[in-house]
């Protein structure tokens, strides 16, 4: 059965990611139309693929008959379209950052839960073939777990896009007139429940719920897979003028360390993304591309050594793009009725890290101007 899809937000990752890719799945999926307040993004899809487009997601979701949406949209917005979504009977596949309130979390678990419609949330990477070989081979090894640590360098998507056709801008369509920042600034504030500075607000919405949340899934997926039971934020910080973010995390309590750093660098044209597990007797090695370019494998080492004999191994497990694999996954579950990953209470879950995170690193950056008033 083909599922009669609307596409909301038509920006960098529509544009790159969604549209050719629901195109590339004629089988599985029509694309109906596209909703997004830009003229700029509305005219590309146009002109590219004969697209009927909309300025309102309402006039869209009222105006067409859909079965399913995907929300690309900034991720304040994310509450309000998923709950119209639902509302109007529709499968919903959202970008992440979900929400940056766990009690509107809640409401969307309420009411796909009323509705019994899908929703999956788009963390790509863990329908990444690589990603799920690694997860076969760590299956139920917490006891051997010493150490998670995620490296991070991102100078964000300017170097991988060039080869793709886009057109972007950088007007939100706020009606208010009130920028972007300015609404996830304010969410921010009622999700931490304090009035936070520039500094913080830049450093919460960017390196934690921008980037990091990526990774703090990925590491939820590790524990899962090895059987670990909790994972806890210790400390939070952020640096460099509010670009870069890093929490610690305990794992089994203090049995194993989990350390997540993310930082832009906006002037060096490379990306890492490292992720380490160090078991008892070997280390995995997870190093990720660009998420624009496609059909770059990730690359998955296992080192293990016999005496001072060091064996490195490398697995591979195909092509597959996992961008298109999520939306194959998408449409399976709405076929079945049923979810197998990316859920909204896994969504809640990484959320809730992320503020505890958010709070430590304020509350430090709060007794560090302590420490330096008692000093003065």
Not at 5 to 17: C, D, F, K, R
Request: aromatic residues 8%.
């Amino acid at each position: 059965m083909r599922v009669r899809l609307g596409i909301i937000g038509a920006g960098l990752i529509s544009q790159v990611e969604h549209v050719p890719n629901v195109l590339a799945l004629p089988d599985r999926f029509e694309l109906v139309a596209i909703a997004d307040p830009s003229f700029q993004h509305r005219d590309f899809i146009e002109q590219r693929y004969g697209l009927a487009t909309y300025t309102s997601y309402r006039d869209m979701l009222d105006g067409v008959a859909l079965d399913a949406v995907i929300i690309a949209s900034p991720e304040h917005t994310h509450y309000e379209i998923a709950c119209a979504a639902l509302k109007r009977g529709h499968h919903v596949l959202c970008e992440k950052p979900l929400c940056y309130l766990e009690s509107e979390i809640e409401d969307l678990i309420a009411c796909r839960d009323a509705t019994g419609l899908i929703f999956q949330v788009a963390h790509m990477k863990r329908w990444d073939p690589t990603v799920e070989m690694f997860f076969e081979l760590i299956s139920g090894k917490a006891s051997q777990l010493r150490f998670i640590g995620v490296e991070v360098n991102d100078p964000n998507y300017w170097p991988f896009i060039e080869q793709h056709a886009t057109r972007l801008e950088t007007s939100t369509g706020v009606a208010s007139g009130a920028s972007a920042e300015d609404h996830k600034g304010a969410m921010v504030d009622r999700a931490l429940g304090s009035h936070l500075d520039s500094f913080e607000r830049r450093s919460v919405t960017g390196p934690f719920f921008a980037s990091m949340v990526h990774d703090i899934n990925l590491i939820h997926g590790i524990c899962d897979a090895m059987g670990v039971m909790s994972c806890e934020a210790m400390a939070g910080a952020f640096f460099a003028e509010g670009w870069g973010g890093s929490c610690l995390l305990s794992l089994n309590g203090e049995q194993a360390l989990g350390q997540v750093a993310h930082v832009t660098v906006p002037h060096l044209a490379d990306y890492l993304e490292r992720i380490s597990v160090f078991l008892d007797d070997c280390r995995y090695e997870l190093r990720f591309p660009s998420p624009y370019l496609n059909s770059q494998p990730t690359e998955l080492i296992r080192i293990s050594s016999s005496g001072n004999r060091q064996e490195v191994t490398s697995f591979r497990s195909g092509f597959r793009e996992a961008f298109v694999r999520e939306l194959e996954g998408f449409h399976e579950a709405i076929m079945s009725g049923r979810i197998d990953r990316n859920s909204l209470e896994d969504a809640k879950r990484d959320v809730r890290l992320l503020l505890a995170a958010s709070r430590l690193a304020i509350a430090s950056r709060s007794n560090a101007d302590v420490k330096s008033g008692a000093q003065g």
